[in-house]
């Protein structure tokens, strides 16, 4: 962002809130409906809404008259507004049917955009299994295919797609807590299908020693069950940046912080103990004032 100086308080306040910050809040999401829609492109949103965590704004109760590959300043203002730098977008139209497009932006500019056409698509009512997970859980998210490791297309795609469904920056996580599975797979040229997933490993609280069921109910013995949705896209268009544009925008701010005195002699054992190491100057024996203590003599005969 250009270093722009405000001339009042308010103004000072409003750049500060736009300018950039080293642990960034979770992005929000903006779904957005097209001029045209079908009822396979709706579902395929809502349904990738629960995936996408509670940062979803949904914006589909209108139509929008949004075309972003010829004009997205009308898409930049809207997302701007409604302070989201992500954004889903669906439409139907004769030359591009079933369309989902999805973009991110950055100083409220478009950085990246992809346009995928439903081929096919088997919603979460299809399944037998039903996903019980929070929405608040964050996904595992798994990327298979050469493509996405050597063509520069695909991996800013993977890119987009991992900022989309990442939810919440976590440091460590509970395996068995793990509940979201998302299995991004290339199929061809132009191909990519969603598969999803949840996991059966048991928690430590849920561990035991009777393998067999007392209420009679069949437990599943497969590690990860399909819950949908199952999706097969097509990649149709790409808008993506320029190497020098997408290194600006993971530049952190510059922070000026005070530096502190490392403390010498300190440390920290494996369970976060504080330990401190003590230096003694060598002490003087000779002056040492020691209690005497009256001995008796005893001949011996």
């Not at 929405?135 to 298979?144: C, D, H, R």
């Not at 949840?198 to 209420?215: C, I, K, Q």
């Amino acid at each position: 962002m250009e270093d722009r100086k405000a001339k009042t308080h308010k103004g000072r306040k409003i750049l500060e809130k736009r300018r950039g910050l080293i642990n960034e809040e979770p992005k929000n999401i903006l779904l957005l409906k097209g001029n045209k829609t079908n009822e396979v492109v709706t579902n395929c949103m809502k349904e990738l809404q629960k995936w996408c965590g509670f940062n979803c704004k949904n914006m589909m109760g209108r139509k929008h008259e949004v075309k972003p590959f010829e004009d997205a300043a009308h898409l930049e203002k809207f997302c701007e507004t409604n302070d989201a730098s992500l954004f889903i977008l669906g439409n139907h139209t004769k030359k591009r049917p079933q369309n989902l497009t999805i973009g991110r932006l950055y100083n409220s500019k478009v950085l990246d955009m992809v346009e995928l056409g439903i081929e096919s698509m088997k919603s979460m009512t299809e399944f037998p299994n039903k996903g019980n997970f929070g929405l608040g859980l964050k996904p595992v998210i798994i990327f298979q295919g050469e493509r996405f490791e050597y063509s520069d297309e695909y991996i800013k795609i993977r890119n987009l797609l991992a900022d989309l469904f990442r939810l919440q920056d976590s440091e460590r996580f509970d395996i068995t807590q793990t509940k979201k599975i998302m299995v991004f797979t290339v199929l061809g040229e132009k191909a990519i299908s969603l598969r999803c997933f949840t996991s059966n490993l048991p928690s430590a609280y849920e561990v035991s020693e009777d393998p067999e069921p007392s209420n009679g109910q069949v437990v599943s013995k497969e590690p990860l069950v399909e819950i949908g949705p199952s999706v097969r896209f097509i990649v149709r268009r790409t808008y993506l940046s320029s190497e020098d544009a997408f290194k600006e925008s993971l530049k952190k701010p510059k922070v000026i912080e005070k530096q502190k005195k490392k403390k010498d002699n300190i440390e920290h054992n494996e369970l976060g103990q504080v330990l401190g190491r003590l230096h003694v100057q060598q002490q003087d024996l000779s002056t040492l004032v020691l209690k005497h203590v009256k001995v008796s003599l005893y001949k011996c005969w």
